[in-house]
T-cell receptor, first 112, second 113 residues
């Protein structure tokens, strides 16, 4: 079955700098890759997603890139702000599959 | 507000007991997912239903069971509870299947003493 590895587990960046979180997946048939943000004590919320027919997607300060050959995808947050502090989860979904496999999460700290 | 309702918000019970967690999906969503999140842990997939039928199963213990009713609400039953079952249990719904974004409820925090 699908396996998703996420790195790093913890990331601290200075406010205003960029943050990058990387994920790898094992199933080459996976074709949908969402990212969820979970603030402390709250529910996970979708922040961006990408499908396998696209290499990059941007939404303001957030971007996701996908390398199908290498089977990895990354979340990029630019000009980080204090409200970006949270746990971020990547996920992968196989074509014709109803299992959404999450990575173990990255705790992002934005330092003042 | 995600539109997904989970009850109760908190549940405290003793080892060996049985509890039922309830989830009402967003209006129009046919898929319901259950996840377990232990302290500082990731989201462990338990089970998924689509329009009343079980669609996918994760690492769900035999002591746990779930179902989705004709009105699309879902219940997760946890029995013979152990201390290690203490966790935050999330329900999520999506319009179709896993290829659609998930909308999470606020979770039920279960404490087993």
């Amino acid at each position: 079955g699908e396996n998703v590895e996420q790195h790093p587990s913890t990331l601290s960046v200075q406010e205003g700098d960029s943050a990058v979180i990387k994920c790898t997946y094992s199933d080459s048939a996976s074709n949908y890759f969402p990212w969820y943000k979970q603030e402390l004590g709250k529910r996970p919320q979708l922040i961006i997603d990408i499908r396998s027919n696209v290499g990059e997607k941007k939404d303001q300060r957030i971007a996701v890139t996908l390398n199908k050959t290498a089977k990895h995808f990354s979340l990029h947050i630019t000009e980080t702000q204090p409200e970006d502090s949270a746990v971020y989860f990547c996920a992968a979904v196989g074509a014709g599959d109803d299992k959404i496999i999450f990575g173990k999460g990255t705790r992002l700290h934005i330092l003042p | 507000d995600s539109g997904v309702t989970q009850t109760p918000k908190h549940l405290i019970t003793a080892t060996g007991q049985r509890v039922t967690l309830r989830c009402s999906p967003r209006s129009g969503d046919l898929s319901v997912y259950w996840y377990q999140q232990s302290l500082d842990q990731g989201l462990q997939f338990l089970i998924q239903y689509y329009n009343g039928e079980e669609r996918a199963k994760g690492n769900i213990l035999e002591r746990f069971s779930a179902q989705q009713f004709p009105d699309l609400h879902s219940e997760l039953n946890l029995s013979s509870l152990e201390l290690g079952d203490s966790a935050l249990y999330f329900c999520a719904s999506s319009q179709q299947g896993a290829q659609s974004p998930l909308h999470f409820g606020n979770g039920t925090r279960l404490t087993v003493t």
